[in-house]
């Protein structure tokens, strides 16, 4: 994968140089920011010239907000800039996640070696703190250009060296060593999501969760031959349009004790939707190469857990389709037979991430009977009608692990939103024709294909999350301006860090 930034850690240096960057808090008292003493001590040569500066700016360490100075004087520094943080006291996780991407944000494409100055007034910045940060600078500095032969000049980013200076600098290596796997497994999803459905074929996507292995994944591909000895009627019928060959991968960490229950993850992964013979409109068509998103969370999600050798037991699975409207392809009115005996009519050849969801979370569910299923999917274009792109959806048959999520979703900024699922909804998926149809109408459209995947998967808690508002051309932040976020990995590894490791 492409690094665009390389980062290190040391202890607070005796003089600034080269490009630096301090923080700054908002005031206690009065309207100046305020800086750490040590801070105060190097910045003394041009307290003046920063001071002038400041006050030009109405600059009082707001969270977000920067001053730059370049050639400041009586430093060795060739350009200073001071990151405003806001109230020390109020900062959490994401907040020094943010600022990490939004220091990025400010950096020239010319930087080279960057020298971040972490000290605040009022006590040390915590190990974990300046991970935070890092993993927010690793994450902005993220660029998908390898198609791109000539690059404009705006086009440029910055790839710095970028050192951490801190007091405690060994709390803050080991603390970025965990953190450093979930960026990479952020940046492995949004690859996967930016790259073109001509590269990234269901068998080329395949082979890429097979680079798993590397960090001690074992991974399992299942093809067509070994999908319809399963009966996965219900996935198989979304591909068979497709001159790709459709597959199933499985994927299992195990870091838990022997005898403990795999926690099991679960994405869609149709690496291009046309719509089928319900075929979607043109424009924005091009966005369909995205509808893998949940399958290129689960396994940026498993490269995380693997590189930070959680102590869990987890298996994910994605299914990989390509939905495509040849003399081949299913018909609505169809009937096909789910892995599970269930039969389904298809009313929509469009309405087809709840067949490949249905069929292998039955999957995941009978082989591996595990502790939790979470399925992610780009599934319903009603669920960004619903919640804007702010909040994924979330679905659940267990209070518990729908808490667990939303706790886990603010805390990394990875939102979700929980909507109904009862018995007066599911009466709307029932087929006149067979055991169910794929849709069921207008009106509560996220709700219903939430119904629909509930008939997979039993007793297991659960929980059904339609990132269709967040996996894709989502709003940019401080620290992601890709069209693919990579969302859901921070969230997942969050989810199993704090309740599911032993």
């Known amino acids: 994968m492409p690094d665009h ?40 040569p041009a307290s003046a010239q920063l001071a002038n500066a400041m006050q030009a700016e109405r600059f009082t360490g707001k969270s977000g907000k920067g001053i730059d100075l370049l050639a400041p004087a009586g430093l060795d520094a060739s350009r200073l800039l001071v990151m405003g943080v806001g109230k020390p006291a109020d900062l959490k996780a994401f907040d020094w996640l943010k600022l990490g991407g939004a220091i990025m944000g400010r950096l020239p494409a010319a930087a080279k070696d960057v020298s971040v100055i972490l000290a605040l007034p009022g ?8 991970a ?7 994450l902005r500095a993220y660029a998908f250009d390898r198609y791109k032969t000539k690059k404009k000049p705006d086009e440029a980013t910055a790839k710095p060296k970028v050192t951490l200076y801190i007091a405690d600098d ?18 492995i999803a949004r690859d996967l999501v930016n790259e ?18 590397k960090v001690g994944v074992d991974v399992e591909v299942l093809g067509e031959k070994d999908l319809k000895k399963l009966g996965m009627g219900a996935l198989l019928g979304v591909g068979q349009g497709s001159g790709e060959e459709s597959r199933v991968v499985v994927m299992r960490w195990n870091g838990g004790k022997a005898d403990e229950a795999p926690v099991a993850f679960v994405g869609k992964g149709v690496v291009f939707d046309t719509g089928g013979i319900s075929i979607k409109q043109a424009a924005g068509m091009e966005d369909m190469k995205g509808d893998m998103a949940g399958a290129a969370c689960v396994v940026g999600l498993m490269h995380a857990l693997a590189s930070r050798k959680a102590k869990a037991n987890v298996v994910s699975l994605i299914g990989l389709v390509e939905n495509m409207p040849d003399g081949k392809a299913q018909r609505p009115g169809d009937i096909v037979t789910s892995m599970s005996g269930q039969t389904i009519e298809i009313i929509n ?16 569910k009978e082989r591996f009977k595990p502790q939790f299923m979470v399925d992610l999917a780009t599934l319903t274009g009603a669920i960004i009608v619903a919640l804007g792109t702010e909040h994924a959806g979330l679905f659940s048959n267990n209070d518990t692990l729908a808490e667990r999520l939303t706790d886990s979703g603010l805390t990394t900024g990875e939102k979700v939103w929980r909507l109904p699922l009862s018995a007066e909804y599911d009466k709307l998926i029932d087929s006149k024709f067979a ?8 009106f509560g459209g996220s709700i219903t294909a939430a119904q629909f995947i509930q008939r997979f998967v039993g007793d297991v808690p659960w929980a059904h999350l339609d990132i269709a508002g967040t996996a894709m051309s989502s709003p940019a932040t401080d620290f992601n301006r890709s069209w693919g976020s990579g969302w859901g990995v921070r969230l997942l590894d969050d989810l199993v860090a704090r309740h599911y490791e032993s």
């Open 170 to 187: 060994s709390a803050a290596k080991r603390a970025w060593k965990k953190r450093e796997g979930i960026g990479e497994g952020v940046v």
């Open 196 to 213: 073109p459905a001509n590269v990234l074929t269901p068998t080329e996507f395949a082979k890429r969760a097979g680079d798993l292995a």
């Open 435 to 442: 055991d169910m149809k794929n849709t069921g109408g207008r």
């Open 349 to 364: 050849t469009d309405a087809e991430g709840r067949l490949v969801l249905g069929d292998v979370l039955w999957y995941a």
């Open 5 to 44: 930034v390389k980062i290190s850690f040391a202890k607070l240096p005796a003089r600034l140089e080269g490009h630096v960057v301090v923080l700054a808090a908002e005031p206690v008292e009065g309207d100046a920011p305020a800086f750490a003493p040590s801070v105060e001590a190097l910045l003394a």
């Open 132 to 138: 935070e940060l890092a993993l927010g600078l690793r």
């Open 123 to 130: 006590g040390e910045v915590p190990g974990e703190a300046a």
